[in-house]
């Protein structure tokens, strides 16, 4: 029985999970379908998940695979509109004005009444607020990239509402209005990712805009597929106790669980210290690569000789 052809579709998801493969960035099934459909689609995407489980990295290899610049917008309490999307070269501006005062007297010159005089005047009025006088932010780069980008607005969870619905009318139409010059459009439609670590409840207008991606904690699999790719000189054996142990450390009740980005530290220190095997001290001496709290590894270190063992075992 002959085997059913794949889709172009499902092709294209199939080519996006192997070129992040092999930058480095393992995606499941799931996180390449959502890439894939946000170019089809030129929708952009909100990805939620706890912090270092690589919703940051999966627009760095979005950039690297589609090789466009990444254009990164990190977001905080207090962001406005001037730090996200422009601000005017106010020192050019003046420089500006004093050439067009020290020109006054030609430019008047000839001029029949007040009328005329003032007419003369609004002509220079678009020449101070235009694309020259501009300093670009995040937003407007990305909507003036020549050959498109790919925007990370990092951490929309940690801005103000305000400045959420300011991006209303990027997120949907891709373009912005700026009041001195009118709308500007993206010269590309960028492919746009959000990310959000759940520290605040977004709008429903937000989420309409946007395909949603969740990335939780890998399984023991998947952990051990990233730990390969991203430290392959680790002995397969020592790799799967590590991430055998970060999995037990998981299921206890810390102020910050390890994420995927400290199980990858924690195996290039490994590495570093030539450790053929887990031991109890070994352990214990490297503990604060994935803990980052005092309390947790105190409260840990009396489960380190259960959780090495069954790290051991698996």
């Known amino acids: 029985m002959s085997a059913v052809p794949q889709s172009p579709a499902h092709a294209a998801v199939a080519a996006i999970q192997a070129g992040f493969a092999a930058s480095g960035y393992i995606a499941n099934d799931a996180i390449a379908m959502v890439v894939y459909l946000a170019q089809a689609l030129s929708k952009p995407v909100l990805v939620e998940g706890p912090p270092g489980v690589g919703k940051t990295e999966l627009a760095k290899a979005a950039a690297a ?28 501006q003046l420089l500006y004005t004093q050439v067009l005062k020290e020109q006054l007297g030609d430019l008047m010159a000839g001029a029949r009444g007040l009328k005329e005089s003032i007419a003369r005047l609004h002509e220079f009025d678009d020449t101070f607020f235009n694309e020259e006088f501009l300093e670009p932010r995040p937003l407007l780069k990305a909507l003036w990239a020549d050959n498109g980008a790919v925007l990370l607005i990092d951490e929309i969870d940690k801005s103000d509402q305000e400045f959420e619905a300011f991006l209303l009318e990027l997120l949907s139409d891709y373009q912005i209005s700026i009041p001195e010059i009118g709308t500007v459009r993206a010269k590309h439609t960028p492919l746009v990712f959000l990310t959000s670590n759940n520290t605040r409840e977004l709008g429903d207008a937000l989420k309409r805009r946007c395909l949603h991606l969740h990335i939780p904690f890998p399984d023991s699999r998947l952990e051990q597929r990233i730990i390969e790719s991203r430290v392959p000189e680790l ?53 604060n690569v994935l803990l980052k709290f005092q309390e947790d590894i105190e409260s840990v270190d009396a489960e380190v000789p259960a959780l090495t063992r069954a790290a051991g075992k698996r």
């Open 65 to 92: 695979l589609f090789d466009k610049p990444l254009i990164r917008l990190q977001c905080y309490e207090g962001l406005d509109e001037a730090r996200a999307l422009y601000e005017w070269k106010y020192g050019k």
């Open 235 to 287: 002995e397969a054996r020592l790799r799967e106790q590590l991430v055998g142990f970060v999995q037990g450390l998981r299921t206890l009740d810390l102020k910050k669980v390890p994420a995927v980005s400290e199980t990858i530290d924690w195996a290039r220190t490994l590495l570093l210290l030539h450790a053929q095997e887990l031991d109890n001290q070994l352990v214990r001496s490297t503990l």
